[in-house]
């Protein structure tokens, strides 16, 4: 069983940046892929930054440039460095690791989330 929790979240002001974590427990030897994803209000949840176990990144057009993954497997946290936010970068951001079955179906967790407000 592995268990995700993500910190970091809070409110800032256009322009500002944040640091996200996700710090996760139990085994991540099969683990293949973590991700960031952001649930604006009203809103599907929708792809931000994904970090593979080699290191391979991507990041959703929006806020390329801006965001910046990372991962620290000794400490088994994934970090989102969040630059030059803006007010539409504003809701809930969830971590998931993703993992090989290994004969049988893939499979992957998710963290509760941290909110995340630019408002000014």
């Known amino acids: 069983q592995v268990q995700l929790t993500e910190s970091g979240g809070g409110s800032v002001q256009p322009g500002e940046s944040l640091r996200l974590s996700c710090a996760a427990t139990?085994?991540?030897?099969?683990?293949?892929?973590m991700a960031w994803y952001l649930q604006a209000p009203g809103q599907e949840r929708i792809h931000i930054a994904r970090?593979?176990?080699?290191?391979?990144?991507r990041y959703a057009e929006s806020v390329q440039g801006r965001f910046h993954i990372s991962r620290d497997s000794a400490k088994n946290t994934m970090y989102l460095q969040m630059n030059n936010l803006k007010p539409e970068d504003t809701g809930v951001y969830s971590c998931?690791?993703?993992?090989?079955?290994?004969?049988?179906?893939?499979?992957?967790?998710w963290g509760q989330g941290t909110q995340v407000t630019v408002s000014s």
């Open positions: 998931t690791a993703q993992f090989r079955g290994y004969g049988r179906p893939d499979y992957q967790y």
């Open positions: 139990g085994s991540m030897a099969s683990m293949y892929a």
């Open positions: 970090i593979t176990s080699e290191g391979v990144t």
